[in-house]
């Protein structure tokens, strides 16, 4: 089985910066893309910015030259650094990864983590 632990989310005014990680752990074989995704109260959930296995990197355009994401495959996690938050941030961040566990390589899985809150104050 394979799973995501996602850290570091909480309570920032604006202006302010957060840095959100999640590392996968079970017994895996690769870890393919990694991304993250947000979920506001009342609305659909929605991708913030995604990362390949060899490191390139897409975003939505509400959040481009404010936050990076990155990764270490070496730890199996992705970091999503946040910069100039504003209220419109505020939302449950969620990360996801495609998964090809060991017993089963040839089969790639989405798995999701639990959710972090942040919450950005004017």
């Known amino acids: 089985q394979g799973q995501l632990v996602e850290s570091g989310g909480g309570l920032v005014q604006t202006g302010g910066s957060l840095r959100l990680s999640c590392a996968a752990s079970?017994?895996?074989?690769?870890?393919?893309?990694m991304g993250w995704y947000r979920q506001a109260s009342g609305k659909q959930r929605e991708l913030v910015a995604s990362?390949?296995?060899?490191?390139?990197?897409s975003y939505a355009d509400s959040v481009k030259g404010r936050f990076t994401i990155s990764r270490d495959n070496a730890k199996k996690t992705v970091y999503l650094q946040m910069n100039s938050l504003t209220p419109e941030d505020t939302a449950v961040y969620y990360c996801?990864?495609?998964?090809?566990?060991?017993?089963?390589?040839?089969?790639?899985?989405?798995?999701w983590g639990q959710g972090t809150q942040v919450t950005v104050s004017s």
């Open positions: 079970g017994h895996i074989f690769r870890v393919n893309d």
């Open positions: 990362i390949t296995s060899d490191y390139n990197t």
């Open positions: 996801n990864a495609d998964l090809q566990l060991r017993d089963t390589s040839w089969v790639r899985t989405a798995y």
